[in-house]
């Protein structure tokens, strides 16, 4: 019975051997701009924006980037009632990152990222559920475009001028 055990054990040991974890390199898990960057909003102002931003790039410590972030808003609306009121709205954001190398003062990357949503407004009057439900969605915007704009600097080579 013991030889049958140290059969086993041996084996599932030995399978273990080329195992290859899916984190193993951390150039994709941190921020690069983590406490280095100084971030300059422009724009639409966005009560989310203010509050998302240090927890994405914390606070500047090393001031060794800019980060100039420019948002534009466009409202438009989708189907319109015979009475005039819209019944569908689109929210289209687009943020326009720019990022300064501080000790060479140059343009180390460029990016533009659209993000929209719908709302379905309920009444013509104030609504709370409208408005909640549009700001959770500004709120959901905002942290999906941050994460994206964080995803696309993983690939990028930030010491360098454009």
Do not use: H
Request: proline residues 2%.
């Amino acid at each position: 019975m013991k030889k049958i055990i140290s059969f086993v054990l041996f084996f599932f040991i030995a399978s273990c051997n080329n195992l290859d974890f899916v984190y193993n390199e951390n150039t994709n898990l941190i921020n690069p701009l983590y406490n280095k960057t100084n971030i300059i909003l422009s724009g639409v102002d966005l009560v989310f924006m203010k509050s998302y931003v240090p927890m994405f790039f914390g606070n500047n410590q090393n001031n060794k980037y800019n980060l100039l972030i420019n948002i534009k808003e466009k409202k438009t609306k989708k189907s319109i009632e015979t009475n005039q009121a819209a019944s569908n709205l689109r929210y289209e954001l687009r943020f326009f990152y720019t990022l300064i190398l501080n000790n060479s003062n140059c343009k180390v990357y460029e990016k533009e990222i659209l993000s929209y949503f719908s709302i379905i407004p309920k009444s013509a009057g104030y609504n709370y559920g409208t408005d909640a439900s549009i700001e959770k969605k500004y709120e959901l915007v905002i942290t999906d475009n941050l994460n994206q704009f964080v995803s696309f600097l993983s690939g990028v080579d930030i010491n360098n001028c454009i």
